[in-house]
């Protein structure tokens, strides 16, 4: 393990140790392991956090964009616009569900879906548009739900890596039809295992994916529609409730942390290094805290040799990714999001960073760079 890792699960169990153990023997305790009364609890909790009327939980949060999707009717045949720099469950959960991915280029400050491209990628067959709150910067939600009015379309969130987000103080996930969130160990709330869950205000949706993540049955083995399992367990439940009551002060942290950083390398003034843009209106949660730098692969491994861990996310656009190569129009381009692949380089962000560390990278960092203007 490097000595400063990306994030630090065992650190976060440590500092809610007593807590986690006792909600972990309470489901040993009942007995009960698969939805539950913690699922429940846990269900209307996120709804109350992000200010919707129903939460249902679900395996992962490819599920929950999967479902989302088909209990919104997207189905073969139509078109889904999403951005073309994302983890590839984005677009994988549309395909999923027989529709065809458009992707739009990104806006090179946020890294979010360029809002000024998307009206140029709607089509007759287009249905709906899936913003993606990409390393915990919410999309221009306002922006997105105008065009979604003007063209009839749905709106699914991923907001996978953006839980406790605000636009003009509202929830991502409050914004569209639905919006996924992720429970994978390193998000912002992360469970012990995998899950996720979707987000509504939409009776219809909230019913639908309750019937859908439980092969469809009403009723114990009657089946009036073909579902799948994807529920999410007791345990895991009860680990996220106890992670959910700490997750405003984690988020907190996580910006304080970014502050840090931002100012600290303000002080190097590097001019191929750019820090994270926040946008007017927007609370950026940083599940990321991703710089861009023109000598990326050169500056990661000098902070791998340090005992630095830095990752890239992503280092391929999803356009480029084979395994969507039949969906993909070969006409389009998107440069700026090629851009960022060759830049972008995440720094360790995880609410139980010090300030000592954050300042250890950014010396590491101005060492990488420019050795001459270390902080003294
Ligand atoms: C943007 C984005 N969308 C979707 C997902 C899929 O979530 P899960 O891993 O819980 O299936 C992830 C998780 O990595 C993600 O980062």
Redesign the pocket.
């Known amino acids: 393990m490097p000595t400063i890792p990306l994030v630090d699960l065992q650190a976060q169990y440590r500092s809610i140790k007593t807590e986690i153990d006792a909600a972990i023997q309470g489901v040993l305790d009942r007995g009960q392991f698969i939805l539950g009364p913690e699922v429940e609890a846990l269900e209307q909790e996120v709804a109350v956090a992000c200010g919707t009327r129903y939460a249902v939980a679900v395996a ?6 999967e479902l989302s999707l088909r209990a919104c009717g997207i189905t073969t045949g139509d078109e889904v616009i999403t951005t073309a720099y ?2 590839f ?2 677009a994988e ?1 549309i395909v999923a569900v027989g529709a065809t991915p458009v992707f739009v280029d990104i806006d090179p400050l946020t890294y979010n879906l360029d809002l000024r491209r998307l009206e140029s990628h709607i089509t007759p067959k287009t249905r709906a548009l899936l913003p ?3 390393y915990g910067h919410p999309c221009a939600m306002d922006q997105v739900m105008a065009i979604a009015k003007q063209h009839h379309l749905r709106v699914v969130e ?1 907001c ?2 953006a839980i406790g987000a605000r636009y003009r103080a509202q929830a991502v996930g409050a914004f569209g039809d639905a919006g ?1 969130l ?3 160990p390193s ?1 912002n709330l992360g469970g012990y295992g ?3 869950m979707v987000v509504t205000s939409d009776p219809a949706i909230a019913d639908q994916i309750r019937l859908l993540r439980t092969h469809g049955s009403q009723g114990k083995y009657w089946h009036v529609a073909l579902g799948t399992n994807s529920r999410l367990d007791e345990l895991q439940a009860a680990i996220l409730r106890v992670k959910l009551r700490h997750l405003d002060r984690w988020n907190a942290t996580r910006r304080h942390h970014a502050t840090r950083y931002t100012e600290q390398l303000a002080k190097l003034s590097l001019p191929e290094l750019v820090v994270p843009t926040v946008v007017p209106h927007a609370e950026h949660v940083y ?1 990321q805290y991703t710089v861009r730098v023109t000598q990326r692969d050169q500056l990661k491994e000098s902070l791998t040799q340090a005992g630095i861990s830095a990752q890239v996310y992503y280092p391929s656009i999803l356009p480029a990714q084979p395994a969507l190569a039949p969906c993909v129009s070969r006409s389009r381009s998107y440069p700026e999001a090629e851009q960022a692949c060759h830049q972008v380089l995440s720094l360790p962000m995880f609410p139980e960073l010090s300030g000592e560390t954050i300042d250890q990278i950014v010396r590491q960092i101005a060492r990488a760079l420019h050795p001459s203007r270390l902080p003294a």
């Open positions: 992962s949060g490819t599920d929950a964009l994302s983890f469950a984005t959960a993606v709150h990409l991923d996978a890596q996924a992720s429970f994978f998000k995998d899950g996720g599940h």
